[in-house]
């Protein structure tokens, strides 16, 4: 069963509580492109793992308070 699981970020909601960090200042915290983080922040991109901890780590929340998988 290889069904793909679908993910959910809250990306645009820590930005806002970090002092509502831009995309550009995420994406130079993490070693992203802006366009990436705009790609996450509208679903359209799954990060890699590594980056999605770089993510979490930006903010200082654990990886689960960032990506969230959605139950079918």
Request: glycine residues 6%; hydrophobic residues 45%; proline residues 3%.
């Amino acid at each position: 069963m290889n069904k793909k699981i679908a993910i959910a970020n809250h990306i645009r909601k820590l930005r806002f509580f970090a002092g509502e960090m831009t995309q550009l200042e995420l994406a130079e915290k993490t070693g992203a492109s802006r366009q990436t983080i705009v790609a996450l922040e509208a679903g359209k991109y799954t990060p890699s793992l590594e980056l999605a901890f770089r993510i979490a780590d930006a903010f200082g929340v654990p990886i689960g308070e960032v990506f969230e998988k959605i139950e079918d």
